[in-house]
């Protein structure tokens, strides 16, 4: 984990902020120190039917959720959760500057319990790793 969803309107997918989110976060999610580089899943989607504020074509947005496993305390939650939203922020801030937009990030943390994995990427990544 993580495993990221962003989510933007279509009026600003071919913005060149938007064209790097996904490394931008990818990269960000990985400078908190706390995930593992097997469990970094980044997916990006572009929403062509929505409304947005008072319905003006212009309004756009980005949502981005970050789903993270169970068992890091609150101040590790944060620390990684601000630290990714900063660089989104960062990031968006000149599109931000030059049109109506909107931007959400949320973490959720997965279920201890009910999270399931069926995962062999740490293997293949250590000996990709072990190869160079």
Same mark, same amino acid.
């Given at each position: 984990?993580?495993?990221?969803?962003?989510?933007?309107?279509?009026? /600003?997918?071919?913005?060149?902020? $938007?064209?790097?989110?996904? +490394?931008? &976060?990818? *990269?960000?999610?990985?400078?908190? =120190? /706390?995930?593992?580089?097997?469990? $970094?899943?980044?997916?990006? +989607?572009? &929403?062509? *039917?929505?409304?947005?504020?008072? =319905?003006?074509?212009?309004?756009?947005? $980005?949502?981005?959720?970050?789903?993270?496993?169970?068992?890091?305390?609150?101040?590790?939650?944060?620390?990684?959760?601000?630290? $990714?939203?900063?660089?989104?922020?960062?990031?968006?801030?000149?599109?931000?500057?030059?049109?109506?937009?909107?931007?959400?990030?949320?973490?959720?943390?997965?279920?201890?319990?009910?999270?399931?994995?069926?995962?062999?990427?740490?293997?293949?990544?250590?000996?990709?790793?072990?190869?160079?």
């Amino acid at each position: 984990m993580p495993h990221a969803w962003i989510e933007c309107s279509a009026n /600003i997918v071919d913005e060149p902020e $938007v064209q790097q989110l996904k +490394q931008r &976060i990818y *990269d960000a999610a990985l400078q908190t =120190g /706390i995930f593992p580089l097997g469990g $970094v899943r980044v997916r990006f +989607q572009v &929403i062509t *039917d929505y409304i947005v504020g008072d =319905g003006d074509p212009a309004n756009s947005f $980005v949502h981005v959720v970050l789903r993270i496993g169970a068992g890091r305390d609150l101040e590790t939650r944060k620390a990684a959760a601000d630290r $990714v939203f900063e660089q989104v922020c960062e990031l968006l801030k000149p599109l931000h500057d030059r049109r109506p937009l909107a931007v959400a990030f949320e973490v959720q943390e997965m279920s201890a319990d009910l999270n399931y994995k069926f995962n062999n990427l740490h293997e293949y990544i250590n000996q990709r790793a072990g190869s160079r």
